[in-house]
């Protein structure tokens, strides 16, 4: 399967047997996305070593969970480029973290309690979010994950993205002024 060709169906298939256990299947489905989700992951993160990581990690939760698709989580693309988005999230906070975790830094200590996020995605609501965030661009949804998820401020931001503060200020902005219509719908 040629990634340029892979289209939905094709994903859809590939995800129903990896749910099965399928291993030819989620080699076929590692070699259709493989590359566009290290793409993200390599863009979020900046570094080769952890977009490697997230892909890996990405796949192996795709791998245990791929039961768990279903069509009102979005596209099979999108739903799995999600996956890869919030492992590279997550691995981005976890070296921050690691990074300032000495006793010379404890006022950055960050609460790892449930944010509004995630309890907006826990709510009914959560397919509609989902739905809405997928509609917006990549680096707005980036930037209002990694700041309003990820607690990042808009200058952690600006370097994460590699963009100047003011037009990484425009992306937040835009993108919850497009969420706000989009759930007001």
């Known amino acids: 399967m040629n990634p340029g060709q892979t289209d939905q169906e094709d994903l859809m298939r590939l995800l129903f047997s990896v749910a099965h256990q399928d291993r030819k299947a989620f080699a076929r489905l590692y070699e259709a996305i493989?590359?566009?989700m290290f793409g993200l992951c390599m863009k979020l993160a900046g570094q080769r070593e952890l977009a490697e990581e997230a892909l890996q990690e990405a796949?192996?939760?795709i791998w245990h969970h791929a039961g768990e698709y279903h069509e009102g989580r979005g596209t099979p693309m999108g739903w799995m480029m999600t996956i890869a988005r919030y492992r590279t999230l997550d691995l981005i906070r976890s070296r921050k973290v690691r990074q300032t975790a000495g006793d010379d830094h404890l006022?950055?200590?960050e609460d790892q309690r449930a944010g509004p996020l995630d309890d907006s995605l826990r709510n009914a609501g959560s397919a509609q979010l989902t739905g809405c965030l997928e509609e917006l661009t990549d680096v707005q949804r980036?930037?209002?994950l990694l700041s309003y998820y990820r607690g990042f401020t808009h200058e952690e931001l600006?370097?994460?993205l590699s963009s100047p503060i003011g037009t990484v200020?425009?992306?937040i902005r835009r993108g919850l002024l497009a969420l706000k219509r989009c759930l007001e719908q």
Request: aromatic share 12%; no cysteine.
């Open 34 to 36: 493989a590359s566009r």
């Open 59 to 61: 796949f192996i939760q």
């Open 107 to 109: 006022e950055h200590v």
């Open 142 to 144: 980036d930037s209002i």
């Open 158 to 160: 600006a370097q994460a």
């Open 169 to 171: 200020k425009s992306w």
